[in-house]
């Protein structure tokens, strides 16, 4: 699952040819609504409910109802720069961000990347911009094998061995 970046989407295709594509909901919903910030307040609220209309469709119906409401909400006419950014951007990769389209694929019900990018913040506030590449690794390292030696020592612990896994730690092993 990634935002819609080009460059890492061809990257992810390279590298794994026969992988599906899906995009954050989270970040299209966002990236829509941001255009629609752009119109006129007395449309602006409805445009923007289309928008999560749209990305959340449970069936073909619902999509090309929303499709229509907000094409008429923005005059009717393709033209409209908004509605043609969205035919040109969004409408081609359907598969990749609208649900009804993304159902047959299996996400356990993860439709956005927030948990990724929220472990890629963490690691930032562990690491210093001016580190080299080799710090970096080691410090990587470092913070991986201390949460290893938290999670090793917490399922040992008296009381603890019950079958179940820590679960405080499955957050640091993930980085």
């Not at 006129?40 to 119906?61: E, F, I, N, P």
């Not at 033209?79 to 990749?96: A, C, G, I, V």
């Amino acid at each position: 699952m990634t935002d819609k970046a080009m460059h890492g989407k061809i990257v992810l295709k390279e590298e794994f040819p026969q992988a599906r594509q899906l995009l954050c909901q989270w970040h299209v919903v966002t990236w829509l609504k941001k255009q629609a910030a752009r119109l006129a307040s007395s449309v602006k609220k409805q445009v923007k409910a289309m928008m999560g209309l749209l990305v959340y469709a449970r069936s073909k119906m619902e999509y090309d109802e929303a499709r229509s409401t907000m094409k008429e909400l923005l005059g009717g006419d393709e033209p409209h720069p908004l509605y043609k950014t969205f035919l040109e951007n969004w409408e081609n990769s359907q598969e990749e961000w609208v649900s009804y389209l993304r159902g047959n694929v299996p996400h356990l019900t993860n439709n956005t990347n927030n948990r990724i990018e929220s472990k890629w913040g963490k690691i930032k506030d562990a690491i210093k911009g001016t580190s080299s590449i080799d710090e970096l690794v080691t410090t990587l390292v470092t913070l991986q094998e201390y949460a290893e030696d938290q999670y090793i020592a917490e399922y040992h612990r008296v009381g603890s061995s019950d079958g179940k896994e820590p679960g405080g730690f499955k957050m640091f092993l993930t980085l």
